[in-house]
């Protein structure tokens, strides 16, 4: 099993940028594929970005794509996720997630190990 931390959430005016990082310890060497997830009240758990751990190989759901960035340190055993021109919409609690199979996976159900979550509040 990984265990997952992230932080870096805060609070920022629409437009603006932050950058969350979340460090995987436990047994990273098992990490096959990351995700960002992200979950507004009274929404459900939603897919933000994914990476395949060792292959690098991104991919976003529309709503972040061209905004969102998503990355990693192997070295460090940290995912990042680079959030640029937010939106009121991105506010919400962001959990990262990894799991040890490979191909790409957007439901919440793919993935066996889940951080904390961190709040994102985007303002006007």
């Known amino acids: 099993q990984v265990q997952l931390v992230e932080s870096g959430g805060g609070l920022v005016q629409t437009g603006g940028s932050l950058r969350l990082s979340c460090v995987a310890s436990g047994k990273p060497f098992n990490i096959g594929r990351m995700a960002w997830f992200r979950q507004a009240p009274g929404n459900e758990r939603e897919f933000v970005a994914h990476i395949n751990w060792m292959a690098g190989s991104v991919y976003y759901a529309d709503s972040v794509k061209g905004r969102f960035t998503i990355s990693r340190d192997n070295a460090k055993n940290t995912l990042y996720l680079q959030m640029n021109s937010l939106k009121l919409e991105d506010t919400a609690v962001y959990y990262c997630?990894?799991?040890?199979?490979?191909?790409?996976?957007?439901?919440?159900?793919?993935?066996?190990?889940w951080g904390q979550g961190t709040q994102v509040t985007v303002s006007s």
């Open positions: 997630a990894a799991d040890r199979r490979v191909l790409l996976a957007l439901s919440s159900l793919g993935y066996n190990d």
